[in-house]
């Protein structure tokens, strides 16, 4: 996705992209925010049962999936990857019939819980409830990578909570062990549900871990969209060259509930709620790109009635929707339950 | 037709798919220099190297586990979990990942893997060493599982495992590695998965057995013959999908049945058939479904007396059969 053209902001050059690339970035970002806070509104207007959000994790994971190819690579996403998913080529009437659990819902067909987005023609794995497991799929993908000589990376992401699970371990030692081409994503927010990180992780960052399988472990401002990019950029450059994995560990914030749930005030005081509002990327990066003069007011009021447009159209698209049929939900247990009415 | 050993056609069997579909890897622990434990990989580094035949350090998950993935991104992974009874640790990536990977994409993602594993008892293997596994993955819908009892169903079967879209287990009993033989054809035939086969023609009563307990049941049932009692011996090779209709042809036939399995007894996987038969065949029954298998005890003990008291045997399965007939 990285075109420079003479004419960028010195800003774009930096990290090798245009300010068009830029301007998409944001767009993803603020897309990823939009449709979030859309469906915090479907769930308390009872519209749709359940939320988990990506809110506070959008800059890391569109600056990290901006490194990958889409269409080509693969990633194994979590349960808060909304932005992820939207870079990597998911539409935005993707993830709202997932909240609606539509028949039509690319995801699953309304049989997952909402934000178990997944995606074959997109590279995308199919999200499962628990934790960790996605990071040894990653892991297999990258194995018949380097097996097919594909040239593809394989990305896993996950929160720092669920970095403690053993496949965790299991699939860094053996990634590590055949230099696979894999990224081990863990977007630290603080938080496992209620439990702070310094009751999860042993040691201040998880990417301190990463030596003891022999790889480089990287540590971000989550925040930082274009660090998150030049973070991942390097990564998918070592694995793909045959260098092996690199754990990247994005510093993010959770400006939700653990879901829809969930009352985070009961374990967080409000003044921690509102110092962390200031690590929220959405309004970091954009004014970043203002103060490079790479966003600007036309550029933005584009943006924004684009993505309004996209967020109304999706959910009366979602709503519009139907359930999917019980004379269906037989199907697909194996290969040859299609039905004869597929 | 040759003779073989139930490992030899599951060694030559591997092999000859390996050459066939340049897709399948082999992954396991010591699986490769070594040829596994059992032997049962041997040869088949030197042939298709390190790419395709993968020694993994100890982490059963993750051999489950990346074998997803790989089958995902294109491969035929058949991997080798040293002993049944060490599965546990793979036990979510069976049943939460690959069982469910086709289901809750809505057919995005299909997971095309054999997961093989060595199991039960009789070989002085104590508690972690001789475990009958089967229920805990016959209980989930997503997964095939698979128990051949000869090295032509061996061969067969595991053909129609590898070739299959979906994930399946596939549980050989090690007491039969190497006592067991069997003609097996060199031709490409396969064994579909889902077909029980009657073993041992009879009328008056049903035995439904599997794995070792298939030939135990084949001894037996040729031991009451002397008394004049007729068994029918039906071998079920999958357990999932459970063929019913053999099954329930031979009940409606002699009216008596009697099931046997080397695991325990209470929750064992006798206990679904038992169910079956009750719910489907019961107009036709002469006398209680029943029963012969494993003690209520959470393991196989090791001293060589307390190894025989566990494991169900002929004579165990010819009184079985005597009490059943005497109704």
Redesign the interface.
């Given at each position: 996705m990285a075109t420079t053209r003479g004419s960028d902001t010195s800003l774009a050059a930096s990290v090798g992209l245009s300010d068009a690339d830029l301007v998409e970035m944001y767009r993803y970002v603020a897309l990823a925010r939009a449709l979030d806070e859309r469906m915090w509104i479907l769930n308390r207007a009872g519209r749709i049962p359940f939320v988990i959000s990506g809110q506070g994790h959008e800059g890391a994971q569109v600056g990290i999936a901006w490194a990958f190819q889409r269409g080509h690579d693969w990633i194994a996403p979590f349960y808060r990857s909304i932005a992820t998913c939207l870079t990597f080529g998911m539409s935005a009437r993707d993830i709202l019939t997932a909240q609606y659990a539509t028949a039509n819902d690319p995801s699953s067909g309304g049989r997952q819980m909402p934000g178990h987005y997944g995606s074959r023609a997109q590279n995308l794995v199919s999200v499962s409830s628990p934790v960790a497991t996605q990071l040894l799929h990653a892991v297999g993908i990258a194995l018949a990578a380097k097996i097919r000589k594909t040239g593809q990376v394989a990305m896993a992401s996950m929160g720092e909570g669920s970095s403690n699970q053993g496949d965790v371990h299991e699939g860094l030692n053996f990634a590590a062990i055949h230099k696979l081409p894999f990224v081990f994503v863990v977007e630290n927010n603080g938080y496992a549900i209620s439990v702070p990180a310094a009751r999860q992780v042993s040691v201040p960052n998880v990417a301190d871990r990463a030596p003891g399988y022999g790889i480089p472990g990287v540590v971000v401002d989550g925040a930082d969209v274009l660090a998150c990019y030049v973070a991942a950029r390097d990564a998918v450059a070592r694995a793909r060259a045959g260098d092996g994995p690199t754990l990247i560990e994005a510093k993010v914030t959770r400006l939700t509930g653990h879901s829809s749930d969930d009352q985070q005030t009961k374990y967080r005081s409000e003044e921690e709620l509102a110092t962390e509002r200031a690590r929220d990327a959405v309004p970091v990066f954009r004014a970043q790109l203002r103060d490079a003069g790479v966003l600007t007011d036309e550029i933005e009021a584009r943006l924004s009635s684009e993505i309004k447009a996209a967020v109304e159209d999706a959910t009366d698209y979602a709503e519009a929707q139907p359930d999917p049929d019980p004379a269906t939900a037989m199907r697909h247990v194996y290969a040859d339950d299609a039905g004869s009415s597929d | 037709m040759p003779a073989r050993t139930f490992i030899d056609a599951i060694r030559e069997t591997l092999a000859t798919e390996m050459r066939r579909d340049p897709s399948i890897?082999l992954l396991g622990e010591d699986v490769g220099k070594k040829g596994g434990v059992f032997l049962a990989t041997d040869g088949l580094w030197a042939e298709f190297g390190d790419?395709?035949v993968i020694d993994?350090?100890l982490?059963e998950?993750?051999i489950?586990?990346?074998?997803?993935?790989?089958?995902?991104?294109?491969?035929r992974?058949v991997c080798e979990i040293q002993f049944a009874d060490f599965i546990f640790?793979a036990f979510?990536?069976i049943v939460?990942?690959a069982a469910?990977?086709?289901?809750?994409?809505?057919?995005?993602?299909?997971v095309p893997m054999v997961i093989r594993a060595p199991y039960g008892g009789g070989v002085h293997g104590a508690l972690y060493h001789s475990q009958s596994v089967e229920a805990f993955f016959t209980h989930v819908?997503?997964l095939?599982v698979v128990v051949p009892s000869t090295p032509y169903d061996a061969r067969g079967l595991l053909r129609s495992a590898i070739r299959?879209?979906?994930p399946v287990l596939f549980f050989e009993h090690k007491k039969m590695y190497r006592s067991v033989r069997g003609e097996v054809p060199d031709t490409d035939y396969v064994v579909p998965l889902g077909k029980a086969a009657v073993t041992h023609p009879g009328s008056q009563i049903t035995v439904i057995a599997y794995g070792l307990m298939a030939h135990y049941a084949l001894e037996a049932a040729d031991r009451v013959a002397e008394d004049g009692i007729s068994v029918e011996v039906v071998d079920l090779r999958t357990l999932r999908p459970l063929d019913t209709e053999t099954v329930l042809d031979s009940v409606r036939k002699t009216g008596k049945c009697l099931i046997v399995y080397e695991d325990n007894k209470f929750g064992g996987y006798g206990a679904e058939v038992a169910a079956i038969v009750a719910e489907e065949a019961f107009d036709y029954l002469d006398g209680p479904v029943t029963r012969i298998a494993g003690p209520e005890v959470p393991g196989v003990p090791y001293n060589h007396v307390l190894e025989e008291w566990f494991m169900v045997n002929p004579e165990k399965i010819v009184e079985g059969i005597r009490t059943l007939a005497a109704y």
């Open positions: - | 890897i790419e395709r993994t350090p982490t998950s993750m489950v586990g990346a074998s997803i993935g790989a089958a995902i991104n294109g491969l992974p640790p979510n990536q939460s990942e469910r990977m086709r289901y809750r994409s809505n057919d995005g993602y299909g819908p997503g095939k299959d879209e979906d």
